[in-house]
């Protein structure tokens, strides 16, 4: 059980290691539920004054749509989610950068 504390200083310390500041735009998508998802991603974001961008499951097309045309600047995930989303862009022939697509 972590504290109120405890999720704000996980919340701070996560959003200065990320450099996570009011102009980023911040894809989540890791469940709640966890405390990675919830304090690291959620509430680091938002400590941090970023726009947060709760979506409900994975697709590699969504976060490379996302990435690619809607400004979003951060996605975290798991190694599983970053595999796929890279098997998703070379599978479909997509740019692997935003500024090349």
């Not at 200083?9 to 966890?34: E, K």
């Not at 991603?41 to 994975?58: D, E, I, K, N, Q």
Request: proline share 5%.
């Amino acid at each position: 059980m972590l504290s109120h504390r405890n999720l704000l200083f996980i919340a701070s310390v996560s959003s200065r290691l990320r450099n996570v500041g009011p102009d980023d735009v911040v894809y989540a998508v890791l469940p709640i539920s966890h405390v990675y998802g919830f304090a690291s991603v959620c509430l680091g974001s938002v400590h941090a004054g970023a726009t947060l961008r709760l979506v409900p499951r994975f697709s590699p097309e969504a976060v490379r749509r996302a990435l690619a045309d809607e400004h979003v600047s951060i996605f975290q995930g798991v190694p599983a989610m970053h595999a796929k989303l890279l098997e998703h862009l070379q599978t479909q022939g997509h740019a692997w950068s935003a500024t090349t697509a």
